[in-house]
Protein backbone atom coordinates (compact mmCIF):
# COMPACT_ATOMS: atom_id res chain seq x y z
CA UNK A 1 0.00 0.00 0.00
CA UNK A 2 2.89 2.45 1.08
CA UNK A 3 4.69 1.25 -2.08
CA UNK A 4 1.67 2.55 -4.45
CA UNK A 5 1.16 5.32 -2.65
CA UNK A 6 4.90 6.43 -2.98
CA UNK A 7 4.68 5.65 -6.51
CA UNK A 8 1.41 7.79 -6.99
CA UNK A 9 3.20 10.83 -5.31
CA UNK A 10 6.27 10.42 -7.51
CA UNK A 11 3.50 10.58 -10.78
CA UNK A 12 1.56 13.65 -9.11
CA UNK A 13 4.57 15.79 -6.91
CA UNK A 14 5.99 17.10 -10.37
CA UNK A 15 2.50 18.05 -11.71
CA UNK A 16 2.17 21.39 -9.75
CA UNK A 17 4.15 21.15 -6.03
CA UNK A 18 7.35 20.17 -7.86
CA UNK A 19 6.91 21.31 -11.38
CA UNK A 20 9.50 20.90 -13.25
CA UNK A 21 8.95 24.77 -15.10
CA UNK A 22 7.64 26.85 -12.71
CA UNK A 23 9.99 25.73 -9.36
CA UNK A 24 13.34 23.95 -10.63
CA UNK A 25 13.71 26.50 -13.70
CA UNK A 26 13.95 23.44 -15.96
CA UNK A 27 13.16 23.20 -19.93
CA UNK A 28 12.23 27.11 -20.53
CA UNK A 29 13.58 27.37 -23.48
CA UNK A 30 11.09 25.37 -25.34
CA UNK A 31 8.60 26.16 -23.17
CA UNK A 32 8.02 29.30 -24.31
CA UNK A 33 9.37 29.09 -27.77
CA UNK A 34 6.70 26.82 -29.15
CA UNK A 35 3.48 28.25 -27.42
CA UNK A 36 2.18 30.33 -29.98
CA UNK A 37 -0.12 28.00 -30.71
CA UNK A 38 -1.84 25.36 -28.85
CA UNK A 39 -1.64 22.43 -31.89
CA UNK A 40 2.26 23.09 -31.45
CA UNK A 41 2.68 22.94 -27.49
CA UNK A 42 0.78 19.85 -27.17
CA UNK A 43 3.20 18.22 -29.85
CA UNK A 44 5.97 19.55 -28.33
CA UNK A 45 4.68 18.26 -24.74
CA UNK A 46 3.64 14.98 -26.10
CA UNK A 47 7.63 14.48 -27.87
CA UNK A 48 9.47 15.66 -24.23
CA UNK A 49 7.20 13.51 -22.47
CA UNK A 50 8.16 10.68 -24.39
CA UNK A 51 12.07 11.03 -24.78
CA UNK A 52 11.86 11.80 -21.25
CA UNK A 53 10.03 8.52 -20.02
CA UNK A 54 11.77 6.80 -22.13
CA UNK A 55 15.65 7.92 -21.76
CA UNK A 56 15.08 7.88 -17.77
CA UNK A 57 14.06 4.01 -18.28
CA UNK A 58 16.99 3.48 -20.42
CA UNK A 59 19.34 5.12 -18.00
CA UNK A 60 18.15 3.53 -15.43
CA UNK A 61 18.50 -0.10 -16.72
CA UNK A 62 21.96 0.28 -17.20
CA UNK A 63 22.63 2.37 -14.41
CA UNK A 64 24.93 0.14 -12.73
CA UNK A 65 27.64 -0.33 -15.79
CA UNK A 66 27.95 3.46 -16.91
CA UNK A 67 31.11 4.60 -15.48
CA UNK A 68 30.59 7.79 -13.55
CA UNK A 69 33.09 9.82 -15.63
CA UNK A 70 31.37 9.76 -18.79
CA UNK A 71 27.96 9.24 -17.79
CA UNK A 72 27.11 12.41 -19.08
CA UNK A 73 28.06 12.40 -22.24
CA UNK A 74 26.48 8.26 -22.12
CA UNK A 75 23.17 10.08 -21.30
CA UNK A 76 23.28 12.84 -23.94
CA UNK A 77 23.77 10.13 -26.90
CA UNK A 78 21.01 7.66 -25.76
CA UNK A 79 18.54 11.39 -25.52
CA UNK A 80 19.94 12.28 -28.80
CA UNK A 81 19.35 8.93 -30.38
CA UNK A 82 15.65 8.84 -28.94
CA UNK A 83 15.32 12.91 -30.06
CA UNK A 84 16.33 11.67 -33.79
CA UNK A 85 13.98 8.85 -33.96
CA UNK A 86 10.98 11.63 -32.69
CA UNK A 87 12.39 14.40 -34.90
CA UNK A 88 12.07 11.94 -38.15
CA UNK A 89 8.65 10.24 -37.03
CA UNK A 90 7.25 14.36 -36.56
CA UNK A 91 9.09 14.86 -40.10
CA UNK A 92 7.24 11.70 -42.00
CA UNK A 93 3.90 12.28 -40.50
CA UNK A 94 3.60 16.09 -39.38
CA UNK A 95 4.87 18.19 -42.04
CA UNK A 96 3.48 20.86 -41.31
CA UNK A 97 3.94 20.77 -37.40
CA UNK A 98 7.08 20.06 -37.73
CA UNK A 99 8.26 22.74 -39.89
CA UNK A 100 6.52 25.51 -37.42
CA UNK A 101 8.66 23.47 -34.82
CA UNK A 102 11.91 24.18 -36.62
CA UNK A 103 15.17 23.10 -34.80
CA UNK A 104 13.53 23.17 -31.02
CA UNK A 105 12.64 19.51 -31.56
CA UNK A 106 16.39 18.86 -32.34
CA UNK A 107 16.91 21.10 -28.53
CA UNK A 108 15.44 18.18 -26.67
CA UNK A 109 18.65 17.11 -26.66
CA UNK A 110 19.94 19.64 -24.58
CA UNK A 111 16.65 20.41 -22.81
CA UNK A 112 17.98 20.36 -19.05
CA UNK A 113 14.58 19.05 -18.40
CA UNK A 114 15.38 15.52 -19.38
CA UNK A 115 19.32 15.51 -18.47
CA UNK A 116 18.20 16.98 -15.07
CA UNK A 117 15.93 13.83 -14.67
CA UNK A 118 18.17 11.32 -15.49
CA UNK A 119 20.72 12.52 -13.64
CA UNK A 120 18.90 13.29 -10.48
CA UNK A 121 16.80 10.57 -10.28
CA UNK A 122 17.11 7.68 -12.89
CA UNK A 123 20.50 6.94 -12.09
CA UNK A 124 19.87 6.10 -8.72
CA UNK A 125 16.66 4.33 -9.34
CA UNK A 126 15.62 1.08 -10.87
CA UNK A 127 13.29 1.75 -14.18
CA UNK A 128 9.97 1.17 -13.54
CA UNK A 129 9.90 4.68 -10.40
CA UNK A 130 12.43 6.24 -12.86
CA UNK A 131 10.09 6.12 -15.55
CA UNK A 132 7.25 6.94 -13.16
CA UNK A 133 8.99 9.65 -12.42
CA UNK A 134 10.33 11.04 -15.65
CA UNK A 135 6.43 10.65 -16.79
CA UNK A 136 5.10 12.85 -13.75
CA UNK A 137 7.72 15.61 -14.84
CA UNK A 138 6.72 15.36 -18.69
CA UNK A 139 3.09 15.87 -17.43
CA UNK A 140 4.00 18.50 -15.27
CA UNK A 141 5.98 20.38 -18.12
CA UNK A 142 2.87 19.67 -20.48
CA UNK A 143 0.65 21.30 -18.01
CA UNK A 144 2.16 24.53 -18.25
CA UNK A 145 3.15 24.34 -22.12
CA UNK A 146 -0.31 23.46 -22.52
CA UNK A 147 -1.61 26.35 -20.25
CA UNK A 148 0.54 29.01 -22.24
CA UNK A 149 -0.30 27.89 -25.42
CA UNK A 150 -3.87 27.79 -25.04
CA UNK A 151 -3.85 31.52 -23.33
CA UNK A 152 -1.64 32.81 -25.88
CA UNK A 153 -3.47 31.17 -29.45
CA UNK A 154 -6.95 32.48 -27.48
CA UNK A 155 -5.81 35.76 -27.15
CA UNK A 156 -4.16 36.01 -29.90
CA UNK A 157 -5.60 34.88 -32.94
CA UNK A 158 -9.50 33.85 -30.81
CA UNK A 159 -8.91 30.60 -31.97
CA UNK A 160 -7.80 27.10 -29.90
CA UNK A 161 -6.33 24.27 -32.08
CA UNK A 162 -7.66 26.70 -35.15
CA UNK A 163 -10.70 26.88 -34.53
CA UNK A 164 -12.39 30.47 -33.73
CA UNK A 165 -13.65 30.72 -29.94
CA UNK A 166 -14.06 33.96 -29.77
CA UNK A 167 -15.62 35.78 -32.85
CA UNK A 168 -12.84 38.49 -34.36
CA UNK A 169 -14.04 41.62 -34.77
CA UNK A 170 -12.74 41.94 -38.76
CA UNK A 171 -15.46 38.94 -39.18
CA UNK A 172 -18.38 40.71 -37.86
CA UNK A 173 -17.97 39.28 -34.51
CA UNK A 174 -16.40 41.19 -30.81
CA UNK A 175 -13.07 40.44 -30.29
CA UNK A 176 -10.13 42.39 -31.21
CA UNK A 177 -6.71 39.91 -31.04
CA UNK A 178 -4.19 41.06 -28.72
CA UNK A 179 -1.30 40.34 -31.39
CA UNK A 180 1.38 41.15 -28.86
CA UNK A 181 0.17 37.55 -27.26
CA UNK A 182 1.70 35.88 -30.66
CA UNK A 183 5.26 37.90 -29.88
CA UNK A 184 8.18 36.75 -27.77
CA UNK A 185 7.39 39.23 -24.64
CA UNK A 186 4.38 38.08 -23.66
CA UNK A 187 5.40 34.12 -23.27
CA UNK A 188 7.66 35.63 -20.53
CA UNK A 189 5.05 38.23 -19.18
CA UNK A 190 2.67 34.85 -18.97
CA UNK A 191 5.05 32.55 -17.50
CA UNK A 192 6.74 34.98 -14.74
CA UNK A 193 2.51 35.19 -14.00
CA UNK A 194 1.88 32.22 -13.85
CA UNK A 195 4.91 31.19 -11.31
CA UNK A 196 3.63 34.73 -9.39
CA UNK A 197 0.21 32.32 -9.12
CA UNK A 198 1.79 28.61 -8.18
CA UNK A 199 3.34 30.81 -5.96
CA UNK A 200 0.89 32.65 -3.97
CA UNK A 201 -1.11 29.79 -4.17
CA UNK A 202 1.44 27.98 -2.31
CA UNK A 203 3.71 29.61 -0.47
CA UNK A 204 6.68 27.75 0.98
CA UNK A 205 7.61 28.16 -3.31
CA UNK A 206 8.50 31.31 -2.70
CA UNK A 207 12.06 32.33 -2.90
CA UNK A 208 13.86 34.02 0.26
CA UNK A 209 15.15 37.63 0.11
CA UNK A 210 18.51 37.85 -1.04
CA UNK A 211 18.77 41.78 0.77
CA UNK A 212 16.91 41.97 4.50
CA UNK A 213 16.29 45.56 4.89
CA UNK A 214 18.38 46.45 8.12
CA UNK A 215 16.21 47.33 10.96
CA UNK A 216 13.96 50.49 10.74
CA UNK A 217 15.13 52.79 13.15
CA UNK A 218 12.11 54.53 13.54
CA UNK A 219 9.38 53.10 16.04
CA UNK A 220 7.59 50.33 15.33
CA UNK A 221 3.82 51.34 14.80
CA UNK B 1 31.54 42.12 -46.77
CA UNK B 2 28.43 44.28 -45.76
CA UNK B 3 26.34 41.20 -46.02
CA UNK B 4 28.55 39.23 -43.08
CA UNK B 5 27.73 42.88 -41.15
CA UNK B 6 24.51 42.60 -41.80
CA UNK B 7 24.33 38.96 -40.30
CA UNK B 8 26.53 39.56 -37.28
CA UNK B 9 23.99 42.75 -36.23
CA UNK B 10 21.07 40.33 -36.89
CA UNK B 11 22.38 37.97 -34.91
CA UNK B 12 23.37 39.72 -32.41
CA UNK B 13 20.30 41.92 -31.69
CA UNK B 14 17.35 41.34 -34.02
CA UNK B 15 17.44 37.02 -33.59
CA UNK B 16 18.66 38.14 -29.88
CA UNK B 17 19.10 34.18 -28.81
CA UNK B 18 17.54 34.55 -25.01
CA UNK B 19 15.40 37.49 -25.97
CA UNK B 20 13.48 36.86 -28.86
CA UNK B 21 14.37 32.94 -29.79
CA UNK B 22 14.25 31.78 -26.23
CA UNK B 23 16.96 29.92 -26.54
CA UNK B 24 19.54 29.11 -23.39
CA UNK B 25 17.22 30.46 -20.97
CA UNK B 26 17.93 27.93 -18.25
CA UNK B 27 21.60 29.23 -17.76
CA UNK B 28 20.23 32.77 -18.70
CA UNK B 29 18.02 33.09 -15.87
CA UNK B 30 20.65 30.84 -13.51
CA UNK B 31 23.59 32.62 -13.94
CA UNK B 32 22.42 36.28 -13.76
CA UNK B 33 22.07 36.91 -10.32
CA UNK B 34 25.19 38.67 -10.08
CA UNK B 35 26.78 40.76 -13.21
CA UNK B 36 30.18 39.31 -12.97
CA UNK B 37 28.92 35.82 -12.86
CA UNK B 38 26.79 37.51 -16.38
CA UNK B 39 29.41 38.79 -17.80
CA UNK B 40 31.52 35.36 -17.30
CA UNK B 41 28.81 33.43 -18.76
CA UNK B 42 28.44 36.13 -21.83
CA UNK B 43 31.97 36.16 -22.49
CA UNK B 44 32.34 32.25 -22.44
CA UNK B 45 29.18 31.97 -24.87
CA UNK B 46 30.45 33.92 -27.36
CA UNK B 47 33.70 31.72 -27.91
CA UNK B 48 32.10 28.61 -27.94
CA UNK B 49 29.96 29.23 -30.38
CA UNK B 50 32.24 31.17 -32.42
CA UNK B 51 34.53 28.19 -32.16
CA UNK B 52 31.82 25.67 -32.41
CA UNK B 53 29.48 26.72 -35.59
CA UNK B 54 32.27 26.98 -37.79
CA UNK B 55 33.58 23.77 -36.65
CA UNK B 56 30.24 21.76 -37.12
CA UNK B 57 29.93 23.61 -40.31
CA UNK B 58 33.18 21.85 -41.37
CA UNK B 59 31.39 18.64 -39.87
CA UNK B 60 28.17 19.21 -41.67
CA UNK B 61 29.21 19.45 -45.23
CA UNK B 62 32.13 17.46 -45.02
CA UNK B 63 30.62 14.58 -43.23
CA UNK B 64 26.83 14.16 -42.99
CA UNK B 65 25.31 16.82 -45.83
CA UNK B 66 23.45 14.47 -48.36
CA UNK B 67 26.20 14.04 -51.28
CA UNK B 68 29.14 14.81 -49.05
CA UNK B 69 30.52 11.26 -49.35
CA UNK B 70 30.28 11.55 -53.06
CA UNK B 71 34.22 11.61 -53.55
CA UNK B 72 33.95 8.19 -51.93
CA UNK B 73 31.59 6.81 -54.69
CA UNK B 74 28.76 7.07 -52.56
CA UNK B 75 26.85 10.23 -53.90
CA UNK B 76 23.18 9.14 -52.80
CA UNK B 77 24.53 8.37 -49.16
CA UNK B 78 22.50 11.28 -46.50
CA UNK B 79 23.88 11.35 -42.86
CA UNK B 80 22.45 14.34 -41.80
CA UNK B 81 20.22 12.58 -39.12
CA UNK B 82 23.06 12.37 -37.52
CA UNK B 83 23.92 15.54 -37.17
CA UNK B 84 22.19 15.90 -33.76
CA UNK B 85 24.45 13.69 -32.33
CA UNK B 86 27.76 14.24 -33.85
CA UNK B 87 26.75 18.08 -33.34
CA UNK B 88 26.77 17.23 -29.29
CA UNK B 89 30.03 15.57 -29.90
CA UNK B 90 31.87 18.15 -31.14
CA UNK B 91 30.30 20.57 -29.01
CA UNK B 92 31.15 18.67 -26.21
CA UNK B 93 34.64 17.93 -27.51
CA UNK B 94 35.39 21.18 -28.15
CA UNK B 95 34.13 22.56 -25.12
CA UNK B 96 36.95 20.81 -23.29
CA UNK B 97 39.48 21.56 -25.55
CA UNK B 98 39.43 25.17 -25.16
CA UNK B 99 38.89 24.23 -21.75
CA UNK B 100 42.23 22.81 -21.73
CA UNK B 101 43.96 25.32 -23.68
CA UNK B 102 43.06 28.01 -21.77
CA UNK B 103 44.22 26.78 -18.79
CA UNK B 104 47.43 25.54 -20.20
CA UNK B 105 48.51 29.49 -22.20
CA UNK B 106 45.85 31.77 -20.87
CA UNK B 107 45.50 30.47 -17.16
CA UNK B 108 43.67 34.22 -15.81
CA UNK B 109 40.97 33.79 -18.56
CA UNK B 110 40.27 29.81 -17.14
CA UNK B 111 39.82 31.26 -13.61
CA UNK B 112 38.10 34.06 -14.63
CA UNK B 113 35.03 31.69 -16.85
CA UNK B 114 35.38 29.58 -13.54
CA UNK B 115 32.71 26.67 -14.15
CA UNK B 116 30.59 27.78 -17.30
CA UNK B 117 32.65 26.09 -19.61
CA UNK B 118 32.04 22.87 -18.87
CA UNK B 119 28.32 23.63 -18.40
CA UNK B 120 27.90 25.32 -21.82
CA UNK B 121 28.07 21.71 -23.54
CA UNK B 122 24.33 21.86 -22.28
CA UNK B 123 23.38 24.96 -23.22
CA UNK B 124 20.61 24.78 -25.87
CA UNK B 125 21.51 28.73 -27.61
CA UNK B 126 24.98 26.75 -28.15
CA UNK B 127 23.18 23.13 -29.92
CA UNK B 128 20.60 25.85 -31.75
CA UNK B 129 23.79 27.68 -33.49
CA UNK B 130 24.70 24.83 -35.03
CA UNK B 131 21.19 23.55 -36.22
CA UNK B 132 20.46 27.00 -37.04
CA UNK B 133 23.23 26.93 -39.49
CA UNK B 134 21.99 23.95 -40.99
CA UNK B 135 18.83 25.18 -41.60
CA UNK B 136 19.69 28.23 -42.88
CA UNK B 137 22.71 26.55 -44.92
CA UNK B 138 25.05 29.37 -44.13
CA UNK B 139 28.77 29.08 -45.89
CA UNK B 140 31.87 28.43 -43.50
CA UNK B 141 32.00 32.31 -43.20
CA UNK B 142 28.97 33.46 -42.52
CA UNK B 143 28.63 30.72 -40.18
CA UNK B 144 31.79 32.32 -37.90
CA UNK B 145 30.23 35.37 -38.31
CA UNK B 146 26.66 33.77 -37.35
CA UNK B 147 28.42 31.96 -34.12
CA UNK B 148 30.19 35.31 -32.84
CA UNK B 149 27.28 37.59 -33.27
CA UNK B 150 24.50 35.42 -31.24
CA UNK B 151 26.74 34.81 -28.59
CA UNK B 152 27.59 38.78 -28.35
CA UNK B 153 23.81 39.06 -28.54
CA UNK B 154 23.60 36.92 -25.36
CA UNK B 155 26.47 38.41 -23.99
CA UNK B 156 24.38 42.28 -23.85
CA UNK B 157 21.48 40.56 -23.06
CA UNK B 158 22.71 38.33 -19.80
CA UNK B 159 24.78 41.11 -18.94
CA UNK B 160 22.04 43.50 -18.56
CA UNK B 161 19.68 41.42 -17.09
CA UNK B 162 22.31 40.58 -14.22
CA UNK B 163 22.76 44.29 -14.34
CA UNK B 164 18.67 44.75 -13.43
CA UNK B 165 18.67 42.26 -11.14
CA UNK B 166 21.27 43.39 -8.62
CA UNK B 167 19.43 47.02 -8.47
CA UNK B 168 16.06 44.80 -7.49
CA UNK B 169 17.85 42.53 -4.64
CA UNK B 170 16.71 45.90 -2.49
CA UNK B 171 13.66 46.00 -4.07
CA UNK B 172 10.66 45.47 -2.25
CA UNK B 173 8.62 42.73 -4.02
CA UNK B 174 5.34 40.57 -2.94
CA UNK B 175 7.03 37.51 -1.92
CA UNK B 176 5.58 35.22 -4.84
CA UNK B 177 6.91 37.35 -7.30
CA UNK B 178 10.51 37.63 -5.94
CA UNK B 179 13.88 36.02 -7.65
CA UNK B 180 11.81 33.74 -10.90
CA UNK B 181 8.76 35.73 -11.14
CA UNK B 182 10.22 39.00 -11.72
CA UNK B 183 13.06 37.45 -13.33
CA UNK B 184 10.56 36.68 -16.07
CA UNK B 185 8.28 39.84 -16.02
CA UNK B 186 12.24 41.90 -16.56
CA UNK B 187 13.20 39.50 -19.70
CA UNK B 188 9.69 40.24 -21.25
CA UNK B 189 10.14 43.84 -20.53
CA UNK B 190 13.54 43.75 -22.48
CA UNK B 191 12.48 41.26 -24.77
CA UNK B 192 9.67 44.08 -25.97
CA UNK B 193 12.55 46.22 -26.06
CA UNK B 194 14.45 43.52 -28.72
CA UNK B 195 11.55 44.20 -30.56
CA UNK B 196 11.64 47.10 -31.65
CA UNK B 197 15.57 45.90 -33.74
CA UNK B 198 13.14 43.49 -35.45
CA UNK B 199 11.45 46.91 -36.94
CA UNK B 200 14.59 48.34 -37.69
CA UNK B 201 15.38 45.47 -39.81
CA UNK B 202 12.22 45.04 -41.60
CA UNK B 203 12.36 48.58 -42.37
CA UNK B 204 16.22 48.80 -44.33
Excluded at chain 1, 156 to 169: H, Q, S, W
Aim: proline share 5%; aromatic share 8%.
Amino acid sequence: MTAARATWSTLTDPLVRQNPVTLQILGICSALAVTTTLATAVTMSVALTIVLTLSAGLVSAIRRHIPGTIRLIVQIVIVASLVIVIDQVLQAYFAEISRALSVYVGLITTNCLVLGRTEAFARHNPPFPAMIDAFGNGLGYSLVLVTIGGLRELFGKGELFGRTILPLADAGGWFTPLSLMLLAPSAFFLLGLLVWAVRTILPEQSEAREHTPPPSTEPAE
Amino acid sequence: MTGLWELFLTAAFVDNMPLTLFLGLCTFLALSRRPEAALGLGVAMTGVLGVTVPLNHLVYSYLLAPGAWAWAGLPEIDLSYLSLIAFIGVIAASVQLLEMLLDRFVPSIHAAFGVFLPLLTVQCAILAGSLFMVERSYTLAQSAVFGLGSGLGFAVAVAMLGAIRTRLAYADLPPGLRGLGIAFVLTGLMSLGFAAFSQMAAAQ
